[in-house]
């Protein structure tokens, strides 16, 4: 499955934004598929994952701030994120990992295998 995340772009701390991960080449009605983020010199740091059966779950620096959610039908798995914080600035990546290989989404970035490219939040204070 090919993704491609879009979204990104500059906003101001407070502000909301919605990323968006469009996948192709098959259906990800069986995958699990997460956000992850990334800035320079630093390892990715898991943001938020949607299994297949829809349970969801979150780091611990955006619980309560983002949400993640899916359709399958759209083949697009969105990230809405709120009251964003200068310390959210980053790369956002979508993956994911299937079909139907585990329960949940996975907080560890090497179990997936298909990423797409980054798309870069910058939140200025």
């Known amino acids: 499955v090919q993704l491609q995340a879009s979204g990104g772009g500059l906003v101001q701390a407070g502000d909301s934004l919605r990323l968006s991960c469009a996948a192709s080449?098959?259906?990800?009605?069986?995958?699990?598929m997460a956000w992850f983020r990334q800035t320079p010199g630093q390892e990715r740091e898991f943001v938020a994952g949607?299994?297949?059966?829809?349970?969801?779950r979150y780091g611990d620096s955006v619980k309560g701030r983002f949400t993640i959610s899916r359709d399958n039908v759209k083949s697009l798995v969105d990230l809405q994120m709120n009251g964003l914080k200068p310390e959210d600035t980053a790369a956002y990546y979508c993956?994911?990992?299937?079909?139907?290989?585990?329960?949940?989404?996975?907080?560890?970035?090497?179990?997936?295998?298909?990423w797409g490219h980054g798309t870069l939040v910058t939140v200025s204070s």
């Open positions: 993956a994911a990992e299937g079909p139907y290989k585990r329960p949940n989404a996975a907080i560890r970035d090497y179990i997936y295998d298909n």
């Open positions: 080449g098959r259906t990800i009605s069986g995958y699990n």
């Open positions: 949607i299994g297949w059966n829809r349970n969801t």
